[in-house]
């Protein structure tokens, strides 16, 4: 069984920017998602993936990763995808021992910048970086599948 452990944060600055190694652009698109679980292709530097993901927690996530044709991708992305395909910009910033992955959002998610920690365990001790906000973790809005049914631009909105 392929279980991811994720905390996901808001940042707190963008202090984080000068510790980024490399940045990498991804669109994704659902096929399928629900309160429990998603299918996602994704198309991040010359490659596409079949994504399955499935949680009750928001911390613990079953997850199952496979290559697909690159031609085929584009074609689910733009024929079969939910709307809107989530455009991002993944950065990985080094933080103590742990590997952070930033996602800064483009389009109807644009302003949207979160960190996720992948661990070995849901109690594992990490060192919190200054730029590091607010926890987001259980808050389903900030699901990548959520984001591409309710937008932050439209949620962002009504707070």
Same mark, same amino acid.
């Given at each position: 069984m392929a279980v991811e452990i994720e905390r996901k944060f808001l940042l707190?600055?963008?202090a984080w920017r000068q510790e980024v190694e490399r940045s990498m652009e991804m669109k994704q698109g659902y096929l399928s998602r629900d309160a429990q679980s998603s299918v996602r292709v994704r198309v991040c530097e010359g490659r596409a993936?079949?994504?399955i993901k499935s949680t009750r927690d928001g911390i613990h996530r079953l997850e199952?990763?496979?290559?697909?044709p690159l031609e085929e991708a584009e074609e689910l992305l733009r024929l079969v995808a939910h709307r809107p395909i989530i455009h991002k910009t993944r950065h990985i910033v080094? $933080? +103590?021992?742990?590997?952070? @992955?930033?996602?800064?959002f483009?389009?109807?998610?644009q302003g949207l910048v979160v960190a996720e920690v992948e661990l070995? $365990? +849901?109690?594992?001790?990490? @060192?919190r970086p200054s730029w590091l906000g607010g926890e987001v973790s259980t808050d389903a809005r900030y699901y990548?599948?959520?984001?591409?049914k309710v937008p932050y631009s439209a949620w962002k909105e009504e707070e």
């Open positions: 707190a600055s963008d993936q079949l994504g199952y990763e496979y290559d697909i080094r $933080h +103590g021992r742990h590997r952070w @992955e930033i996602d800064e483009h389009g109807e998610n070995g $365990h +849901g109690d594992e001790p990490f @060192e990548n599948s959520n984001l591409s």
